[in-house]
Nanobody, 127 residues
């Protein structure tokens, strides 16, 4: 079983930055090998794909965050990151880390293909 533990987030003012981390462990899962992603869900809204990085290092982003968010991996720490800059109030949501047992694919519109999920971390952006 793969465990994902998110950290980071909190309350940030509009225009500010924060970084989310997602540490992976269990079943020999290595973040550098597989496709992983960040999703978010605001109250009353559906879960939305934010950013994804496949096992080859290629990335994909939702249009709403392009140029502001950056997804990355640290193989040595077996951790996925989401650097969030230029934050806006509409970025306020619970952010979830997701992992799958496939090296390719981004699938930001298909959360059901990701088998493992973290518990989520709240990001609140105030204007």
């Amino acid at each position: 079983q793969v465990q994902l533990v998110e950290s980071g987030g909190g309350s940030v003012q509009a225009g500010g930055s924060t970084r989310l981390s997602c540490a992976a462990s269990g079943s020999g899962y290595t973040v550098s090998t597989y496709s992983m992603a960040w999703f978010r869900q605001a109250p009353g809204k559906e879960r939305e794909g934010v950013a994804s990085m496949n096992g080859y290092g290629a990335t994909d982003y939702a249009d709403s965050v392009k140029g502001r968010f950056t997804i990355s991996k640290d193989a040595a720490k077996n951790t996925l990151y989401l650097q969030m800059d230029g934050l806006k109030p509409e970025d306020t949501a619970m952010y979830y880390c997701a992992a799958r047992l496939s090296r390719q694919g981004f699938d930001l519109g298909r959360p059901e293909v990701f088998a493992y999920w973290g518990q989520g971390t709240q990001v609140t952006v105030s204007s």
